[in-house]
Every structure is written in C-alpha cells, then in structure tokens.
C-alpha cells in the first residue's frame, strides 16, 4: 500500500499552480507516472484530495514523496529491498487525456528511501543527469530532440506461445492482402505494400484518428507540427513532434505513446510501436533529429560547412558514428528491431553520413538554410526504445566525438545500393541483432559512465536483463517458418 514517507525539493509555486488546475478542472483522482527501464509507463492512482486537503502545500505528499515497491518493476529492485519513493514533478501536470473520471496526470522521479537520493535505474534520472553532463562540458547549455515516431493501427491482433504452439495474427481492413476478401461488401482502397506514403482518403482510411490523437496531443501541451499516413500498408502512421529540450521532449513520447493507444482502443483498434510487426514491408522506425545551443545559439550551424554544419556538429557525428554499434542496445533495443535494421533495404544501417541519403545512418537535412533549424538526424532508432535512455545515449556518444575531435571521414554523396560489392564492404554497418549490439556496449560503454550519467548497474543490468528475458527467450522458443523450412527432413 503506497505510504507517504520521505522529505523533498518543494516549489510552492508550481504545486499552487497544480492545485488550481485541480480545483478549476473539478479533479477527482491523482494519476502518479513513472518509467519501468525497458520504456514502458507504469502508475498508481491517489484521490485528488490527498493533494489539496492539506492547507501548508509543504506539508504534504509533495516534500515527502509517496512509496511503492519497486520489485515489481522491471529493471528495479530485489523482493529484499522493495521500497521506493517517487517525487512529484508539478511541471509535468496535466488533465489526463484517456480518463472518464477527471484525472490530473503527474510524472515522477524514482527516489531511494534510504540514501533519500535518486534512483540510478530511473531513467529519467539518467536523462536529467546527461542535461547537466552536457551543461558541465562547456560545449553547450542545451540540447534539443526530434523524434520522428512511427507506428502501427491495426483491426486485430492476436498472439501466443506455448510448448507445443506458436503465433501470430495480425488484420486490418486497411492491408492489401484483404483486397480478396467478401467484406459486404469490400470497398478496396487498400494501399499496396510500400505505397501508404501520402495517398489522401479513402485509402488513407485512419485521417480523423490521427487528428483526434493530434488534438489529444496538443491538449497536454505537447507542440506537433505535422500527421500523416506512413510507408507501410495497414495503418502505418507518423505524427511528428516539434523539437524541444531532452528530458521534456522524452516526457512527451511518452505521453504520445499513451494517447495513440487510448484513442486506437477508444475507437475498438489498436496501435503498436513494435519496430517490425509485418513481413515484406516498411517496419517502424524513430529517426532522431537533434542539434545542441549554447547562449541561444545553434552551434550545429556554419554557413561555411559542408550541408551548413560546424565542425563541431562534424565531431558529434563522428562520435554517433563511432559508438553506433553500442549506442544500439538502446536505441535499437529489442530482437525485433533487426527485423527491421537489414542491409539492402531503406533501412539506415550503414554508418555514414549524407546531406540527403536515407540509407545513412545520419542525415543533414536540407529543407531550410535557416540557422536555427540545422541539425543532424540520426536514423537508426526505433519507436520500441526506452527514449530518456536512447536520447541519453546519443548525447553521451556525441559530447564524446566533440571532445575527442572524432573525424567522421567524408559524407557519403552516393546512392548506397548502387555501390559495387568492393565499395559497399568499406561502409560499416550497425549490428545485424540485439545480440551483438549487447556484446557491443559490453566493449564499449565507458563513454556512458562519463559524468555518472549511467552507471555501472544501469549498464549491468540492462545487458542482464535483455540477454535473459529477450534474446534467450527468443532463442529458445521454435519459430513458426522452421516449420515450413524443416519439419520434412
């Protein structure tokens, strides 16, 4: 039973301003969020009173946290030593976009009861404490994120797996392979595979969902610039975020996240950010764009550079670059995601950079010569990622080419899969399964440790956990295509 036990950092004025919007919203449930360390938001529900019925705001759950046991939580703690606290962050407050009952929605932060300090594991923690890491280094005060998420809406899904069965079935009204099928009648309009990619309704049958969840998104305060169908048949789907600072940008991926899966179930369909749920189309991916500031200022610019980019923005591709095949054990992080991640498709596996080539792993975007618009775009990614541990990591990987000069060698201007078979083995590629991207930040991950912004049990137990619960759990199981390749040897 959660127990208000622990003293904190108090800001009167946000907490006044939270109790405002409880009493102008006639609140009745408190929803506390917080981050398990694979990505996924978990949560507990307090009565609205318990913020507001106390007259000294200072005295109230706000300086003493609220507890709850962190053993359930993936990636946390031991039954022996459960208890944790979160803190309240009054910033993140906002009229839960989901709920029937007005609920007030507030992130939090994961605090140890006995230390009374942070939580290493909290991943937003980690991404806090990469925001200070960056500000200590010199090289700039702030660093701005644009994730470009990418996901699925389908009529159905259904899936299992058993000792002696294993499956999946996947269905939208919207997918090709219905263009047969006695609908009474079938209307057609199915977009073919790889053709999603912008045709206008009827075959972009999901307009008005995409909206609704873009008018949810702006209602929490999360700014989007833009929505549309993706590449993919069967309700491929991109809405885009507008740019913003590390740790809030991560909180509203989230939130996105939250809202595109209540309005999907709402409307009796379901969404999923699984990087790749269908075979012989476009899976999901989650390019990241991010550029750093300092004194308002982006130093990714120079009208001189190559693509109008600095050298120090060249240094922190380098560093992307050189890291990538670690930096994908978190940006990359599930078995699914080199299903998507695979040479000779559009997938961005191969580590260069261009100022147009989708195929790079990095990308300079040309659209604008505007100096604050110029950053850098790192493609390989996807939407199953853990974004305050991603976005995190790719920092971390940049600060460290900044500070050591890391020459990422010359763009690569060429259409990749023209290359001959000589010239395309002198381009690297990123790691072809979660496997080697674990043995990967096992080599190489002390970049990360840097500022002690992860720490050594944040890197050991995520390599634990990925290799016991996703890769063996894959591994061991039969996969239903053995069937048809070898069950009449």
């Not at 989901?98 to 923690?125: E, G």
């Not at 595109?260 to 991916?285: E, Q, R, W």
């Not at 940006?331 to 790079?360: D, F, H, I, M, W």
């Amino acid at each position: 039973m959660p127990k208000k036990v622990m003293k904190g950092a108090f800001d009167e004025k946000a907490v006044k301003n939270v109790i405002k919007i409880v009493k102008e919203n006639d609140i009745k449930i408190i929803d506390l969020k917080f981050n398990d360390l694979p990505g996924l938001w978990q949560h507990f529900s307090i009565p609205a009173t318990e913020l507001t019925g106390i007259d000294d705001p200072a005295t109230s759950i706000w300086v003493e946290g609220i507890g709850f046991d962190g053993s359930s939580i993936r990636g946390f703690q031991k039954i022996h030593e459960s208890d944790m606290i979160l803190q309240l962050d009054p910033a993140t407050a906002v009229v839960d976009p989901a709920c029937d009952v007005p609920t007030l929605s507030i992130i939090c932060d994961v605090y140890d009861p006995v230390t009374k300090k942070p939580y290493s594991r909290d991943p937003r923690y980690v991404a806090k404490k990469a925001d200070e890491y960056l500000k200590s280094t010199g090289i700039a005060d702030t660093s701005y994120w644009g994730p470009e998420m990418e996901f699925f809406i389908f009529d159905d899904i259904r899936f299992d797996q058993t000792a002696n069965a294993g499956y999946y079935f996947i269905d939208s009204v919207e997918g090709v392979w219905n263009s047969g099928k006695d609908e009474k009648p079938n209307l057609g309009y199915k977009p073919r595979y790889k053709e999603g990619y912008f045709p206008v309704p009827p075959h972009d049958s999901i307009q008005d969902l995409r909206s609704e969840m873009m008018l949810a998104m702006i209602k929490t305060g999360i700014d989007v610039e833009v929505h549309h169908h993706e590449v993919a048949t069967a309700g491929q789907c991109e809405i885009d975020m507008r740019y913003g600072p590390l740790v809030k940008m991560a909180d509203s991926c989230l939130m996105y996240k939250y809202i595109v899966k209540n309005i999907s179930k709402k409307h009796n369909m379901v969404a999923t950010f699984m990087p790749k749920p269908l075979f012989g189309d476009n899976g999901s991916g989650m390019h990241t764009h991010q550029s750093l500031w300092k004194g308002g200022k982006n130093i990714f610019f120079d009208p001189r550079g190559y693509s109008l980019i600095s050298q120090t923005a060249k240094y922190y591709i380098g560093g992307l670059l050189k890291h990538a095949p670690a930096l994908m054990a978190f940006c990359a992080p599930t078995t699914n995601s080199y299903k998507r991640l695979v040479p000779g498709y559009e997938a961005p596996v191969n580590l260069a950079y261009s100022q147009r080539n989708r195929s790079a792993a990095v990308r300079i975007p040309v659209y604008s010569e505007n100096p604050k618009t110029k950053r850098i775009e790192f493609r390989p990614p996807d939407t199953s990622c853990n974004p305050y541990l991603s976005f995190a990591a790719m920092l971390m990987a940049g600060i460290d080419g900044i500070q050591n000069k890391t020459d990422p060698g010359e763009p690569l201007e060429k259409d990749i899969f023209e290359l001959s078979a000589k010239e395309a083995a002198k381009v690297p590629t990123v790691p072809g399964s979660l496997e080697e991207s674990i043995a990967a930040l096992e080599k190489d991950y002390k970049f990360l440790l840097k500022g002690d912004v992860f720490t050594q049990d944040v890197i050991d137990v995520w390599i634990e956990y990925k290799r016991a619960k996703e890769i063996d759990g894959v591994r061991l199981r039969p996969h239903p295509y053995e069937f048809y390749l070898y069950f009449d040897v």
